[in-house]
């Protein structure tokens, strides 16, 4: 959202015991590795067949042999490792077959055999990442780098480890975390239309869809009346000083709800995959003043009653024809504060976004982000369910130090104690090279899944998985950046060099720190990791001191890591291109 206001907004292998549960367990299950088979049910879905070659795979890469993968045969009573809800595992646990979108799974071993199942959707292919990334220490921390711990026999050990999601639709929003493999890897599931992900729960459509829905191209000439009202004229655009705004629509004509409920559920139709289908308003002010959308309003003592009595009427009608859809709206600039009354209905998912928020400190704990508390608290109050689109990264310069790790976590718990079934964590997304996108974009997945993980354990594991020797000093690099914080300054999403928690000093002990990191780097792909780490660094030094940037080859070493890394963004949307020609400008 607010892609086009202020600057775009809304717009090692070493094995780690993350999670284990089998830590005082010995081999249990012994003989000859190739006795065992990875057994999938007739019935197994796609992403459980695909998750029992994954399994096959990774384990070849750990312990260099094959364990086949064969179809359930009530004839086979040898050594198995049993994917999918089966009479098996029914008779051991008791359990009902999990519906097929339960994302949540379980994996235990029993007599020898090993089992993971869950909803055939998704979480029996959870599972089985899991079951790696616990038991065996895989790791999928980018698309490109995965760290498998070899071993020289293959070990199962016991195993009961059960594990459900803490929030329902997960969407990082990371360039790095598109890769809809490494997304079902990490357990990610939401999808926007900005790429093409497959297989994600969220939303047709992404937000602001008024006007997609009912563009003013088709209906404006024969029914202006269907468009916002404002100063006595139907308008679908205001234009104030040559700049055109997009208006909305007028929400109590009956035709409106009509046409916007009937192609939402023909959307529906189309694409029955998603859970979420967005009805909401333009990413502009300009809401209509017509008498009758204003007597809502004035009832409500709010815009958002007037948008929740709309969107209400439009989820009751979908939900006849699709009792297990939603229908999300969004809470924001002019409807950002609740109505009086009217309650959004069951199958309705109000969508907040914290984008005025500091995030120096995190929601419950800083004065400036009161309001936003109270207004979720509000919602959360009076609604079945929220979904929120926070935002992690400096959308003004992706490439800079931006110190809001600390953050992360204890918002995204505040989410979900406000009933959050669903988080969007909109990072930087147009390309790779983002402050620490590989750690934030894999810590971020992690989050979502579990917001009560150890986080400092999660950063540890990255940092000599994915760094190697040099982890270390990025470590300390990144303690540094998080130390910059203080109680009294606060950070927004737009961070700019000359801010005061920045100084000389910082960037002359962050370069000192990387330097070390690159004499020890393991290999040169190591060090180009470390260089890639360090480019916020240099990138600060050349915003803030240009002329010392110029003469030490800063900007050069600057414009060397870009061009290597095929970085295309340096800001968002549509400051990127000016950030990107202007620092290539200054380069010179
Ligand atoms: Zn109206
Ligand atoms: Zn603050």
């Not at 309705?348 to 207004?375: M, Q, T």
Request: proline content about 6%; glycine content about 6%.
């Amino acid at each position: 959202m607010k892609y086009l206001l202020f600057f775009c907004i809304i717009c090692f292998g070493r094995q780690y015991s993350v999670a284990k549960t089998n830590e005082n367990s010995v081999a249990s299950i012994a003989g000859p590795l190739l006795a065992y088979r990875i057994i999938v049910g007739s019935d197994a879905s796609a992403s459980e067949k695909w998750a029992a070659e994954e399994l096959r795979y990774w384990l070849y890469q750990i312990c260099g042999e094959y364990i086949p993968v064969q179809p359930q045969n009530n004839n086979y009573t040898g050594p198995r490792i049993v994917l999918g809800y089966n009479y098996e595992v029914k008779g051991k646990t008791g359990i009902q077959p999990p519906s097929d979108k339960d994302e949540s799974f379980h994996y235990f071993s029993d007599s020898g055999n090993v089992y993971i199942y869950g909803g055939k959707q998704r979480g029996t292919m959870y599972g089985v990442f899991s079951f790696l990334e616990n038991e065996f220490g895989c790791r999928w921390y980018t698309p490109q780098v995965t760290v498998i711990p070899k071993k020289e026999k293959l070990v199962f050990g016991k195993y009961n480890y059960k594990s459900a999601p803490g929030i329902q639709v997960r969407n990082d929003f990371y360039f790095e975390a598109f890769d809809p493999v490494w997304a079902a890897r990490n357990k990610m599931n939401g999808r926007m239309n900005y790429v093409d992900q497959p297989g994600g729960v969220e939303a047709f459509w992404s937000v602001h869809t008024f006007y997609p829905l009912m563009p003013p191209d088709e209906f404006f000439d024969k029914h202006p009346e269907y468009y916002s009202l404002i100063n006595g004229k139907r308008v679908f655009e205001v234009i104030k000083n040559e700049h055109h705004q997009l208006a909305q629509l007028c929400l109590s004509n009956k035709n409106v709800l009509k046409i916007i409920t009937e192609r939402i559920k023909q959307k529906i139709r189309q694409h029955p995959e998603y859970m979420i289908y967005d009805v909401s308003q333009n990413d502009y002010y300009n809401p209509c003043e017509c008498d009758k959308c204003q007597e809502i309003v004035k009832k409500e003592g709010a815009e958002s009653g007037l948008m929740i009595w709309f969107v209400n009427q439009v989820a009751e009608s979908v939900e006849k024809e699709f009792p297990d859809k939603y229908i999300g709206t969004l809470a924001y600039q002019y409807t950002r504060t609740p109505p009086k009354n009217i309650r959004p209905r069951k199958n309705v998912v109000v969508r907040l976004c914290p984008i005025e928020a500091c995030v120096a400190h995190d929601l419950k704990s800083c004065e400036k982000n009161k309001s936003f508390l109270d207004d979720m608290q509000k919602w959360s109050s009076v609604s079945p369910q929220l979904y929120i689109w926070d935002y992690v990264v400096n959308f003004a310069h992706y490439v800079m130090p931006y110190p809001n790790f600390a953050v992360l976590q204890p918002n995204i718990k505040t989410f979900k104690e406000n009933k959050s079934i669903g988080i969007m964590e909109q990072a930087a997304y147009q390309s790779r090279g983002g402050e620490f996108s590989e750690l934030k974009a894999y810590l971020i997945a992690k989050l979502l899944w579990n917001p009560d993980i150890n986080i400092n354990e999660v950063i540890d594991d990255f940092m000599s998985g994915f760094y190697g020797r040099s982890g270390k000093f990025v470590r300390e690099y990144f303690n540094l950046a998080q130390s910059l914080i203080t109680p009294q300054q606060h950070i927004k999403i737009g961070l700019h060099p000359i801010d005061p928690i920045f100084t000389n000093e910082f960037v002359n002990q962050s370069i000192a720190l990387f330097n070390e990191a690159i004499k020890v780097a393991d290999n040169p792909t190591i060090k180009s990791r470390v260089e890639l780490s360090a480019l916020p660094v240099y990138y600060l030094k050349c915003m803030r001191n240009p002329v010392m940037a110029r003469t030490d080859g800063t900007y050069r070493l600057v414009l060397n890591i870009i061009a290597k890394e095929g970085i295309t963004h340096l800001a968002e949307y549509n400051q990127s291109t000016d950030r990107f020609n202007k620092f290539v400008e200054e380069a010179k």
